[in-house]
């Protein structure tokens, strides 16, 4: 149930405010009362009335005073205020007027006319109350729609950032919580993949600069799309050379054999691939290693150009199989063999001396997988 409406009643005749009280407070209005045009002002502050019942010869400040006073804020601008006075009507009307009355009553007040006008007022002031609601939620709505427009453009930005380097599904899954966030730094065991085109370089030497760059466009869409299947971060594409790895930013299981089933897709598709090229008269072949070890990632770069990568070891390590991966190879260490022995069938090539490494590399090829 609402509050009834609160009226504050300013004049300096003791009587003319009871009188007006016991009026309004038999009608069930909450009344406030002030004797003199100074407390009308300090009340209108603190008790917060819907009208103001105000009388017009007051000492010290008049009622016209203490309604020009009310018009001049802000906050009681709209407030509805009635002048009582025993004056001339049509002179007090001016006067009232001009100092921002809303209506006028004439002593003695005659009890029906006091009723009728507060609740006309009244009525007005709860229509101007309701537009002031509809006003500040329409503000705060369009506050909570500009923020949300924001955040979607931030978000949709990020996104944008993350598929650079990632899958939809994982950069969804950072966006939403599920994840840490890639871009710290932080140290983790990650399975990196290499893949480098054999035959390139004497490729671009003799090629149109246009068929090179549709021979990229081609091979890099198909190897984006079957990294992508298999969940794979980007580290960076360099031409033909691409570093793919895995277990970050979301942790998966056995990400080895997760990486050399991709690198047995990879082959496979590339087979169609390097087939329709042979009949354009490239001669382009694929390489790839595969590393297993604990890396350092997270942002490399500098404000307006900021990528996401690894540092360590087993990088280089992955680099460098892939360096020596024959066509058609896929080549990798130890650790990846004892996570895929199981589901690969493979050939050890032996010990190989890598740039970077103090001792030989124990390397194996897979050769397909068993299941």
Known sequence: MSSPARILVVDDTPANVKLLADLLTVKGYDVVTAASGEEGLQKVAEQAPDLLLLDVMMPGMSGYDVCRAIRADPATGVLPVVLVTSLDPAQERIKGLEAGADDFLTKPIHQAELLAR??????????????????????????????????????????GRMRRFFSPQIAELILAGGADDPMKSHRREITV?????????????????????????????????????????????????????????VVVENPAERAVRMAMALHQSFGILSAAWRKRGYELSMGIGIAQGYATLGMIGFEGRVDYGAIGPVTNLAARLCAEAKAGQTLVGHRVLAGVEASVETESLGEMSLKGFAKPVSVFNVSRLQR
Request: proline letters at 2%; zero cysteines; aromatic letters at 10%.
């Open 193 to 249: 993949v290499f893949v480098d085109l054999r035959g390139f370089t004497a490729f671009t030497e003799t090629a149109d600069p246009e068929e090179v760059m549709g021979v990229l466009h081609e091979y890099h869409a198909d190897v984006g799309r079957i990294i992508m299947t298999h969940q794979g971060t980007i580290e960076h594409f360099a031409g033909d050379g691409i570093m793919i790895f895995f277990n970050d930013p």
């Open 118 to 159: 507060v609740k006309s007022l009244l009525r007005i002031k709860t229509l101007y109350d309701e537009v002031g609601r509809q006003k500040a939620e329409l503000a705060q709505w369009n506050r909570t729609l500009e923020q949300r427009v924001t955040e979607s453009v931030a978000q949709i930005e990020r996104m």
